[in-house]
């Protein structure tokens, strides 16, 4: 993209980016198309192997009372339920991955399709089960959903995204980029959560700047 537009740095696994999508709904409602947003996957845990230990899951039941606190976003902790949970984010994320390739609207709903799922009803979203049951929920053919999430294609692709968050220096989620500017330079909006307000509030002052 030349236009001007967002980079929304995310993870499906990641709760600051669930409770992050208001502020994603909000940006659509003021800007529309004239601001796109192109979702980038981030790679929160991507590869993890390791099944967690009850005192990790613990660890991030704080985190998820803290979104909420913030947002008002409902919880369900069962998604982490079964014996011997990993906490891989690179399923899902490929999955994302895969709904982009439609359109960036399919993206940016998908990955919230996925947050709901896993963090207010309680879903693993790292089994291909229930990702390919959320795809058709989204309107994607389950079969071809399915063969394109297991290709090699579709895993590279994910993972060139986490390199480019690295070149990017993003460090954490979520974080919205925006630009570029008529100098063709990128700036940062918000690195971690911030409220609506806030957000549109900044893109509207760097609206402004550039159409100057």
């Known amino acids: 993209m030349t236009m001007p537009h967002l980079i929304y740095f995310s993870d499906p696994m990641c709760s600051w980016c669930y409770g992050f999508f208001p502020v994603i709904d909000e940006i659509r409602r003021t800007f529309g198309q004239t601001l796109p947003v192109r979702v980038v996957m ?3 845990r991507p590869g993890t192997e390791k099944p967690m230990t009850e005192e990790a899951k613990l660890e991030i039941v704080d985190h998820w009372t803290r979104v909420h606190e913030a947002t008002g976003l409902p919880f369900n902790g069962s998604g982490m339920s079964a014996p011997g949970f990993v906490y891989d984010t690179d399923p899902a994320a490929r999955a994302v991955i895969v709904a982009r390739r439609d359109s960036e609207e399919l993206a940016a709903a998908f990955l919230l399709r996925t947050q709901q799922a ?10 291909q089960a229930v990702l ?18 297991a290709s090699e294609a579709a895993k590279q692709e994910t993972w060139r995204d986490y390199a480019i968050s690295q070149r990017a220096g993003v460090t954490g ?4 980029v925006a630009g570029p500017n008529d100098e063709g330079v990128y700036g940062v909006v918000t690195r971690g959560y911030a409220p609506p ?6 893109l509207k002052a760097w609206m402004d700047r550039i159409a100057a």
């Not at 896993?118 to 089994?127: K, L, P, Q, S, V």
Request: glycine share 10%; proline share 5%.
């Open 42 to 44: 981030g790679g929160l």
């Open 118 to 127: 896993f963090y207010a009803e309680g879903r693993d979203i790292t089994t």
């Open 132 to 149: 390919a049951d959320l795809a058709e929920e989204m309107g994607i053919d389950h079969e071809p959903f399915l063969e394109a999430w």
């Open 173 to 176: 989620f979520p974080t919205l």
């Open 197 to 202: 307000d806030q957000v549109v509030s900044i």
